[in-house]
């Protein structure tokens, strides 16, 4: 079964950038269309940008012209470049793709802290 595995986050001082991995476990003919989602103590996870099989992006309002989605479709690899971090990006960050017509599980997720 294929899994997506989150990496990259860490700790950053505000106006900082952070990129990070959602990397396929196995193979896959596809695991697009995949999704970053985010979700911040007490509250609920919320998307943040997702990018289809065509390389199409969306972005949430709140990290539009911040936020950049990427893939490397060789490795089965989606990457999200954050830049200009706020306090308020502080979260857990998740991918989610999908794997013959199924979401894939959620995995641990990365944190990311915006901290001075």
């Known amino acids: 079964q294929v899994q997506l595995v989150e990496s990259g986050g860490g700790l950053v001082q505000p106006g900082g950038s952070l990129r990070l991995s959602c990397a396929a476990s196995?193979?896959?003919?596809?695991?697009?269309?995949v999704t970053w989602y985010r979700q911040a103590p007490g509250k609920e996870r919320e998307l943040v940008a997702v990018?289809?099989?065509?390389?199409?992006?969306n972005y949430a309002d709140s990290v539009k012209g911040r936020f950049t989605m990427s893939r490397d479709n060789a490795k089965n690899t989606v990457y999200l470049l954050m830049n200009s971090l706020k306090p308020e990006d502080t979260a857990v960050y998740y991918c989610q793709g999908v794997v013959s017509g199924r979401p894939t599980d959620w995995g641990q997720g990365t944190q990311v802290t915006v901290s001075s």
């Open positions: 196995g193979s896959a003919a596809s695991i697009y269309p």
């Open positions: 990018v289809t099989s065509t390389g199409s992006t």
